[in-house]
């Protein structure tokens, strides 16, 4: 089975603390995402990675930036954090191994609850 | 500006019966859509896709119908079961970004 981990369940921060959030898949995917999911918005894309040190904005990168210096690991980084940024952050990964139609389908971790204060 | 729109926020039926789960999106450029499910504390799972070349795909209890021409997708679960309570998102994938885009989800609750 995929599995996707993520390296905090909860986790509280202060204004301008800079905040690291760790996501690492064991299925040797190409693709990795991070999302926010906040009520009535449902999931948003931050960042996503098609290969090592590979990186794109999605729809709402401003706050944020990635690391992907391994296949396995992908890094969501917030430089200064701020009460606007207090979400579930969500990681995924896909792979393009297998049959085609299984490109599409995205194995998400269970996610870390940021609080900001 | 949401590609994806889940317009119910919640949905709440009867043991047994048929649990519908809509969709509606504005890209046609959307090849592909997938539908995720996701219980609190844990990370959305996939549920069933279909791709824009079909009409239909039927996976046990679960059907997802796609209309191209209105832009519109459901999810069909019948006969629905407590266990089925989740939240629901609608997902489409982008050709030309290879990107995905969700919609806000919707709360079903099925009651004993």
């Known amino acids: 089975d995929v599995k996707v981990t993520q390296s905090s369940r909860y986790l509280v921060k202060r204004t301008g603390e800079k905040v690291f959030l760790e996501c690492v898949q064991d299925m040797d995917h190409e693709n990795m995402f991070w999302y926010r999911q906040d009520p009535g918005l449902g999931l948003r894309l931050i960042y996503f990675s098609y290969d090592v040190k590979m990186k794109e904005k999605g729809d709402i990168p401003e706050g944020y930036s990635v690391s992907r210096e391994k296949k396995e690991r992908f890094s969501l980084i917030l430089e200064s954090a701020s009460t606007n940024q207090t979400s579930m952050y969500l990681c995924?990964?896909?792979?393009?191994?297998?049959?085609?139609?299984?490109?599409?389908?995205?194995?998400f971790g269970p996610g870390t609850r940021l609080t900001v204060l | 500006d949401q590609q994806v729109k889940q317009n119910s926020p919640s949905l709440s039926v009867q043991e047994g019966r048929i649990s519908i789960l809509n969709c509606d999106y504005t890209?046609?450029?959307?090849?592909?859509f997938l539908w995720y499910k996701k219980y609190p504390a844990e990370g959305p799972t996939f549920l069933i896709s279909i791709s824009s070349i079909k009409d239909k795909n039927e996976d046990g209890r679960f059907t997802v119908f796609l209309n191209k021409s209105a832009k519109h997708l459901s999810l069909h679960i019948v006969p629905s079961q407590p266990g089925d309570s989740a939240v629901y998102f609608c997902?489409?994938?982008?050709?030309?970004?290879?990107?995905?885009?969700f919609g806000a989800g919707t709360r079903l609750t099925v009651k004993p």
């Open positions: 995924a990964s896909s792979g393009t191994s297998g049959p085609i139609e299984n490109y599409n389908e995205q194995f």
């Open positions: 890209n046609s450029m959307f090849d592909y």
């Open positions: 997902a489409a994938r982008d050709y030309n970004n290879n990107d995905m885009r």
